[in-house]
């Protein structure tokens, strides 16, 4: 048998003990992630007190897994070019995200990275899409996802909500603007039409805060009736509405909703008067006996109460819990606002004369380090490292900024999420016919 039929067969092998669609590659098995398997979605509603309590629907009997990856083509096209790091490919599927960012051009609110040109992969690294080879259960299991804001951000120590909070606060919590959520999923009529469109309520006027992996983050809620039964769910949930300052003292403490909470009152969250649906505004802490939302029924073009006065069932998902008595009390209290120190004034006040690429500090460095840079006028600035031999290793940054002076964090990665050997690398900076370099040595 020649050498070339001898490989033929061995690839056929191969290519046999792979499930359908799935691309072969070492150190990925798509078979396992979370786009492939869509576990997240079906073991939160089947499981115990989920809603298939309710509907006693099989999730294989509903249309829901026909949103999930099946095989590499659906990422991977010609229609897309084969681009499947373009944010379009992911806004294809991710339309919760989509129409965040749309609502957020609207008024003000958009994402700070979406707004300077980044996009998914640039957070999102081969891992969070392909998977790891782990099968998990959800998006927030520990391990699935790995983007975080911390890989490239670090807290500034100057900004005293970030010393106070420390590690008892996520960065969500403070930077994210609000919670998009859809609210009243009528499940009869999606059954009836085959259809989502128009049989729900969308909402984004609060943000709920949720306890998460010990910490306080942002959260979001989802509430459904069908056949005159009421159901809601509360999750750890990460609206792509990010800001680059976080909120007040006062948006958080000395709270409007805590306060009803601490009173014994419920917050009207989704009230239906007259005919429409009315948000309450601002932030809120989960504790589900005191979060009060209206059940409607579709009626035609309309809505009507769900006459069933029974409470809803309620389940928490993502392994999120609820806010403790001790946490609604200091969101209850009045805390003095806080003041720039001098060398946050002292930022804010001074505007970058030139183009500048700052040494990294730690170097050399083992988990991560960081390095300042200007920009004297806005313009595209690109931000990469690369080997001794000019090779690009990862992109740091890529996209439009305006004039300021910003800070960067490489954690050591390299652009498919997978550690960077020890060795020299420089850190380069391109923008407007800039171009500077900087030495820094990674040990591992």
Not at 152 to 178: F, Q, T, Y
Not at 290 to 308: M, R, S, Y
Not at 337 to 358: N, R, Y
Request: glycine share 8%; hydrophobic share 35%.
């Amino acid at each position: 048998m020649s050498k070339k039929i001898l490989l033929l067969a061995l690839l056929s092998v191969v290519l046999s003990a792979v499930p359908h669609g799935v691309c072969v590659a070492d150190e990925y098995d798509l078979s396992k992630s979370l786009h492939y398997t869509g576990e997240g979605m079906r073991y939160w509603y089947e499981e115990q007190g989920g809603f298939m309590d309710v509907t006693r629907i099989p999730y294989s009997d509903l249309d829901c897994s026909g949103c999930h990856v099946k095989s590499c083509t659906q990422c991977h096209t010609e229609a897309n070019g084969g681009k499947a790091t373009d944010m379009e490919t992911c806004l294809t599927c991710h339309s919760r995200a989509n129409l965040t960012f749309r609502m957020g051009r609207e008024d003000g609110t958009l994402d700070v990275h979406v707004a300077r040109g980044m996009g998914c992969t640039d957070c999102h690294k081969i891992k969070d899409a392909h998977g790891d080879g782990v099968f998990y259960h959800s998006m927030r299991d520990e391990g699935a996802i790995r983007a975080s804001c911390v890989a490239c951000h670090e807290p500034d120590k100057n900004i005293s909500g970030h010393v106070v909070h420390r590690d008892n606060l996520d960065c969500s919590a403070c930077h994210v603007a609000n919670t998009m959520a859809c609210m009243n999923c009528h499940f009869d009529t999606f059954l009836k039409t085959g259809s989502r469109k128009g049989n729900f309520v969308p909402m984004r006027d609060w943000l709920l805060l949720i306890n998460y992996q010990g910490k306080v983050t942002a959260g979001g809620a989802q509430s459904l009736v069908y056949k005159d039964q009421k159901f809601i769910a509360y999750a750890p949930y990460f609206t792509h509405a990010i800001q680059a300052k976080g909120r007040g003292c006062s948006d958080c403490h000395d709270n409007e909703a805590a306060k009803k909470i601490m009173k014994g009152e419920s917050v009207p969250m989704m009230a239906f008067e007259d005919d429409r649906v009315v948000s309450w505004e601002g932030v809120v802490p989960v504790v589900p006996e005191h979060l009060e939302w209206a059940f409607l029924n579709k009626q035609d073009d309309g809505w009507t109460p769900v006459e069933n006065e029974a409470p809803p069932k309620i389940q928490f998902v993502g392994h999120g819990k609820p806010l403790t008595k001790s946490q609604i009390w200091k969101l209850a209290m009045k805390v003095e606002e806080h003041k720039p120190t001098s060398v946050e004034q002292e930022t804010e006040a001074v505007s970058p004369k030139c183009w500048a690429l700052h040494p990294g500090h730690p170097n050399p460095f083992n988990a991560r380090t960081q390095f300042s840079y200007d920009v004297a006028k806005e313009g595209h600035v690109l931000l990469s490292v690369c080997d001794s031999l000019g090779r690009r290793t990862r992109i740091l940054s890529s996209g439009t900024l305006p004039e300021g002076s910003y800070t960067a964090t490489w954690d050591g990665l390299d652009d498919r999420g997978e550690p960077a050997a020890s060795g020299t690398y420089l850190i380069r900076m391109e923008a407007s016919g800039f171009v500077e370099t900087r030495k820094i040595v990674l040990i591992r």
